[in-house]
């Protein structure tokens, strides 16, 4: 079974700070992509950033990096310069490539910058 | 470059009543999703549709139901509605057979509420 965990529900960070958002994984398929998301309150879901299991190297976009640690099934992203308008819920989701396009995802983190 | 467009964003049913929800994906994307995301449950995959054909499906009752047509527009149906079926429903759109690195380009969501 595919597991995605975020165990962070709230996180607060002040304006131009960097910020980390926890994801933990589970999965026994060897194929598999990690992805964020966020989500403003209009609903809609942003895509951030992506990670292929079998990329050797972490991901970055921009001011979003993701910091995957294979062997502890970890998939963090990380914020740097946080700005007011990052404020939203963020959801780590992974996919399976044998499962065609089904995303599993966390439960999410909302996240407040602090001015 | 027009996104992902769900119709209508709002919608106001009535217990036992039945639901058609509409998605018209990004020109040339052939996969749609479906995703109910309630504050209880998350976000749940519904199914998957590619080239007309529903390849996956989540863990819901035969109450919903889909289908995508050739220009690869997708309806979502819910008969015999329920409070808990209240939630936003998210469509989501992908160019290819499986995950990609683009990930998906999600619509803003038709926000059902049961009374």
């Known amino acids: 079974a595919q597991k995605i965990t975020q165990t962070q529900p709230g996180m607060f960070v002040q304006e131009k700070e960097a910020v980390t958002l926890d994801c933990t994984y589970d999965?026994?398929?060897?194929?598999?992509?990690l992805f964020w998301y966020k989500q403003p309150s209009s609903g809609e879901m942003i895509f951030l950033i992506y990670?292929?299991?079998?990329?050797?190297q972490n991901a970055t976009e921009g001011r979003y990096s993701l910091n995957f640690q294979k062997a502890r099934k970890s998939a963090n992203l990380v914020i740097s310069a946080s700005q007011l308008g990052d404020s939203a819920m963020y959801f780590c989701?992974?996919?399976?490539?044998?499962?065609?396009?089904?995303?599993?995802f966390g439960t999410g983190t909302s996240l407040t910058v602090i001015p | 470059k027009a996104g992902v467009t769900q119709t209508p964003r709002y919608l106001i049913k009535t217990r036992g009543q039945q639901v058609t929800l509409s998605c018209s994906p990004i020109?040339?994307?052939?996969?749609v999703s479906w995703y109910q995301q309630t504050p209880g449950q998350g976000l749940q995959f519904l199914f998957e549709?590619?080239?007309?054909?529903?390849?996956n499906k989540g863990n819901f009752p035969g109450r919903f139901s889909g289908r995508q047509f050739s220009n690869s527009r997708s309806e979502m149906n819910v008969s015999t509605l329920e409070l808990g079926d209240s939630a936003l429903y998210l469509c989501a759109s992908s160019p290819t057979g499986g995950p990609s690195n683009y990930g998906y380009t999600f619509g803003s969501g038709t926000r059902l509420t049961v009374v």
């Open positions: 549709y590619f080239s007309e054909t529903q390849r």
């Open positions: 989701a992974m996919s399976v490539w044998r499962a065609g396009n089904q995303f599993y």
């Open positions: 990670q292929g299991s079998y990329d050797e």
């Open positions: 020109s040339g994307h052939r996969s």
């Open positions: 999965t026994s398929d060897q194929s598999y992509g």
